[in-house]
């Protein structure tokens, strides 16, 4: 099993009632406050590194959870810092992005740079980002898959320009420098919520497949949907390689101190986020539309929000514990879903300070890693071993 | 003997795109096209001007009982379809009204053609931009919290309809209507940048009608919108929000009944 650390970068000084996201001003933002935090989170990621831990980076806009707001920018600068661990950008909002090509080019640049460490993944985007962005609610999914096939498009022609006049975007003359360190082009990755049709979509091309935070039946289901399609379309079963999955991890000498990490992660959890922006008209079902004129949360993980740590762990969203607990968590997760190729912890969040997040990603990377490494793709291993 | 009496919708299809088409009443054709919500469908309102037109409501693709058609992509691709219905019906001098989004919809044919219209009613409509890049001249629906949009929508907020107690069926059909204007309308923000210099074409009577209270688009931008269009006339309706057709349907008929039966 591949394991990649992740953190949103958050700012986490901010008032404590309101929204936190879309229409929270700047003023609460301290620049000095914010060098220190960008710092530290850098710090973080080359630590990682010296750990063994792969990389994992995101973007996300107006947004007090994450100031992480140019997710290319941060992978450059990991390209130049680190040295060993793979670099994944998951993802690229490609559906929210005006101009396909110059993701194209950045990550291609980013690619060379880093030796070929560079691992491309592309979002659909969450619904607070279609404010900032300004992307119609409903054309999200043909966005992201336009965007995509342009990219790949444009990274594997290599006999000069051509020209594209889609839906969204015209160009007249496409023709990407660099070409990709990685041949024929770096792998790619998708994420999902939901939508089984989107992840045989994702199945077809070949792609990774993620899903963040979802209760192990949710994660089941999704990764089943890959498994069929690519059955259905009679290709190679796909390994456990293909599929991803980020819960909460924090791992502590004591189940005590595992809890106040615990606390930490759990900020991101009652993001007090606005129904008009939570659940906007379009980006999701007929039935999402309905539940929101009648007041009700159409989030499908609102149930496990609700349920808060407790639920959370049970349904293998939050693992924390000592680095036996954790080990073993981990691997009844990979078992419960049908094999988890990698697993991508999130385990700096809120404001957990700079010396526990150190303390329990070293203690994950030096107890927990390598016995997952051991692992490999033998996810049936059982957690007793 | 007068088929025209049915209220269920047929659907006719027009250079390949189905459209379902409700027509109730007789008289001179009235073309009437609803608001985002569609919710003038089946209301007194219809009822009343159907007792004086023959009073035609067509779904655009995507809602009420049309089905969903993704090769239509914005207004003015609406505003062809329902030339071509007109067409199509062989309707002449016809009576054209339009509603909020629907407003915006009869505009956009009227600087298009006016060969068949012979008056043209546009009730709190959207569709023009007056105001520099940093204005608001349309307030975001999409960005508003629920109470501060009802307060902007109704002259009484305790008028607008409680979904949580209304039959569900009703209220996916709304639903539905929603997600398709979302479709069509959400960038350039219920606004065609081009509307507004197209507007002098209009060459047939217009009534600009505007709910004095409506906070959506005010009636400033009502007036707005009456002047750049020749000879037309704009009133207000006292008490009224964006909807005064729904608030005031009574009302609302009798003012459009006086300028359309001319």
């Known amino acids: ?385 | 003997m007068d088929v025209s009496l049915t209220q269920s919708p047929s659907v006719m299809t027009l250079n390949g795109i189905d459209v379902a088409v409700t027509r109730q009443g007789s008289g001179a054709p009235l073309l009437l096209l609803t608001n985002e919500d569609g919710t003038e469908a089946g209301s007194k309102l219809v009822d009343l001007l159907a007792k004086d037109f023959e009073v035609i409501v067509p779904d655009a693709p995507g809602f009420g009982a049309s089905p969903d058609d993704e090769r239509l992509t914005n207004v003015d691709d609406i505003a062809y379809l329902y030339l071509d219905l007109i067409d199509h019906l062989k309707l002449r001098d016809v009576r054209l009204v339009g509603f909020s989004l629907g407003g915006w919809i009869a505009a956009e044919m009227a600087t298009k053609s006016c060969q068949n219209l012979g008056r043209i009613a546009l009730v709190d409509s959207y569709g023009i931009k007056i105001g520099g890049p940093y204005d608001r001249d349309i307030a975001d629906i999409y960005v508003l919290p629920r109470d501060d949009l009802a307060a902007r929508t109704y002259g009484d907020p305790s008028r607008a309809p409680d979904f949580a107690t209304m039959d569900e069926a009703a209220v996916r059909v709304i639903a539905r209507n929603r997600l398709a204007t979302v479709r069509y309308c959400w960038e350039p923000y219920m606004h065609n940048p081009k509307l507004l210099g197209r507007l002098h074409r209009i060459s047939v009577p217009t009534f600009v009608v505007w709910g004095e209270k409506d906070g959506i688009v005010t009636p400033a931008y009502g007036r707005a919108y009456a002047a750049a269009i020749p000879g037309a006339v704009f009133e207000t309706m006292a008490g009224a929000g964006h909807l005064p057709q729904l608030e005031q349907p009574e009302r609302a008929a009798a003012m459009l009944r006086d300028f359309l039966k001319n």
């Open chain 1, 1 to 385: 099993m591949e394991v990649w650390h992740f953190t949103e970068m958050p700012y986490p000084e901010i008032p404590a009632d309101g929204p936190r996201a879309v229409t929270l001003g700047s003023e609460v933002f301290d620049p000095e406050i914010g060098r220190r935090l960008y710092e530290r989170y850098f710090d973080e990621y080359v630590l990682a590194d010296e750990l063994g831990f792969n990389h994992m980076l995101n973007e996300h806009h107006a947004t007090a959870g994450c100031i992480n707001v140019a997710g290319p920018l941060s992978c450059a600068i990991l390209a130049r810092q680190t040295k060993k661990g793979r670099i994944l950008i998951l993802g690229n909002p490609i559906a929210n992005r005006s101009d396909p090509i110059r993701v194209a080019e950045e990550m291609a640049m980013i690619d060379v740079i880093s030796g070929g460490r560079l691992e491309v993944g592309f979002v659909r985007g969450v619904t607070n980002e279609l404010f900032p962005a300004n992307t119609n609610p409903a054309l999200t999914y043909e966005r992201l898959w336009d965007g995509v096939d342009l990219v790949l498009k444009a990274w594997t022609t290599h006999d000069g320009p051509f020209n594209y006049e889609g839906r969204f975007w015209h160009y007249r003359n496409i023709n990407v420098w660099p070409r990709t360190y990685q041949q024929p082009h770096p792998p790619v990755w998708i994420t999902g919520g939901s939508n089984a049709e989107n992840v045989k979509e994702v199945a077809r091309r070949g792609y990774k497949f993620a899903s963040f935070l979802q209760p192990h039946e949710a994660v089941k289901k999704l990764f089943d949907a890959y498994r069929d399609a690519c059955a259905e379309d009679g290709l190679p079963t796909p390994g456990p390689e293909r599929f991803a999955y980020m819960p909460f991890v924090f791992t502590a000498e004591t189940e005590k101190e595992a809890q106040v990490g615990a606390d930490h992660l759990m900020w991101y959890i009652g993001g007090r986020s606005q129904p008009q922006f939570s659940n906007p008209t379009g980006y999701s079902t007929l039935d999402a539309v309905v539940a929101g004129m009648r007041g009700q949360s159409a989030s499908r993980t609102a149930f496990l929000r609700q349920g808060g740590a407790p639920l959370m762990r049970e349904k293998g969203a939050l693992i924390v514990g000592t680095p036996d607990s954790v080990y073993k968590q981990i691997v009844e997760f990979s078992e419960r879903v049908g094999g988890l190729g990698n697993l991508l912890v999130m385990q700096q969040g809120g404001a957990m300070p700079h010396e526990d997040t150190v303390r329990s990603m070293t203690l994950f990377g030096k107890e927990v890693l390598p016995r997952l490494k051991k692992l490999g793709g033998n996810i049936a291993a059982k957690a007793a071993e």
